[in-house]
């Protein structure tokens, strides 16, 4: 709870340092080519103020309604045996959405990213005498690195230590008794595992869930905040199709991830409301900032891109580290080759099919 409320905290001043910084970072721009720029800005033929407005109010509840049912549907599964994450259609859905989130990273939060710190409404030197973007998404995924095993070694620390029960046997020696958990597999037989395995699982799934969230809302204010304070109605259009069916598989993914770290209740609906809200809160404060918010300023491009970079280098090392890796390499699908194979025609199919929205949006 408290680690939720930290977090989200950070993002927040994340954001205004790379506000501030990026300013300075921007005075070297006014002698960028205007008519570049304006002409970097697209089909004047798609803006249409009014138009757009319509799309962005329709978009708002499309999104939102998309990203609550992707990220409360696995936190129901409890009540729908086939769906549990003991079940062999679990790794498989999460495959899926897995899938959407790698290729959410790597074709479309990173291209923009590549085309904002390379736009030509910005000078020549530094931006694109050295790639920038490329840069700051390697040291996103090794901070995210550094973040991920911090907090494992946190929770280590901050888990009460476990008791080790002494027993007396008859010839006045003692033993340790060792706490074990006992769980009944779907073939019916039955896997002891000793608590401390237990645990450490335990304790990954909870830093995982925390890793996804934080990047999700990243990326997720950034795409909302470029398409509240665009005008662009064909862009709007085809991006309200594109953020709903992202946000209904990486929701899916993330909602998995909750479920794994068996959170309660309260963390739960707190997680779940932050993905689902994050996406239209930031459409919505983009249309009240669109009258002075310029795409084409050295500002706007530098942040979005900044930001962009840094989310594209987190989501990659997510997915696949912590949600692909982390599926694969576990003893549900490494001792079984045909679910493993059908995880993999799962992930192939969420890639594609985000890859393929890359093509509109």
């Known amino acids: 709870m408290a680690f939720s409320k930290s977090y989200y905290n950070l993002l927040t001043i994340t954001i205004l340092l790379l506000s501030s910084t990026s300013t300075s970072l921007a005075g070297n721009a006014e002698n960028a080519d205007v008519s570049e720029c304006k002409a970097e800005s697209g089909d004047s033929s798609c803006r249409n103020n009014i138009e757009s407005q319509k799309l962005k109010l329709i978009a708002i509840p499309s999104i939102l309604v998309a990203s609550m049912i992707g990220v409360c549907l696995p936190l129901f599964t409890r009540s729908i045996p086939a769906l549990g994450p003991d079940r062999d259609t679990f790794p498989i859905v999460k495959g899926l ?7 959410t990273g790597y074709m479309h939060v990173f291209p923009d990213a590549v085309e904002n710190l390379t736009s030509k409404c910005l000078p020549e030197s530094p931006w694109r005498e050295f790639p920038f973007t490329f840069f ?10 550094m973040v991920d095993s911090f907090l494992m070694s946190a929770h280590k620390k901050r888990a009460s230590k476990r008791e080790v029960k002494v027993k007396p046997l008859e010839n006045g020696s003692n ?68 953020l709903c069916f992202h946000q209904l598989f990486e929701g899916m993914g993330l909602g998995g991830s909750i479920l794994q770290a068996e959170y309660g209740r309260q963390t ?3 997680m779940a409301f932050f993905f689902s809200v994050t996406t239209p809160f930031g459409i919505a404060l983009g249309m009240g900032i669109q009258k002075i918010y310029d795409e084409t300023s050295p500002t706007a491009l530098i942040v979005v891109g900044v930001l962009n970079a840094c989310s594209a280098g987190l989501l990659n090392y997510m997915a696949l580290v912590d949600l692909l890796a982390h599926e694969f390499f576990g003893e549900k699908l490494q001792a079984n080759m045909k679910l493993q194979s059908f995880a993999y025609v799962a992930v192939l199919i969420g890639l594609g099919g985000m890859s393929l929205m890359a093509k509109w949006a």
């Open 136 to 145: 700051i998404a390697m040291v996103s995924a090794l901070v995210t690195l």
């Open 97 to 103: 959405s897995s899938g959407v989130i790698l290729a």
């Open 175 to 242: 033993s340790l008794e060792i706490q074990h958990e006992i769980k009944t597999l779907e073939n019916g037989s039955v896997v002891v595992e000793k608590q401390d395995e237990v645990t450490s699982q335990l304790r990954r799934n909870k830093v995982i869930a925390q890793m996804l969230e934080l990047g999700i809302v990243v990326h997720s204010v950034v795409i909302g905040l470029a398409m509240g304070a665009s005008n662009n109605q064909c862009t709007i259009r085809s991006l309200i199709a594109a």
């Open 268 to 270: 739960r609906l707190i």
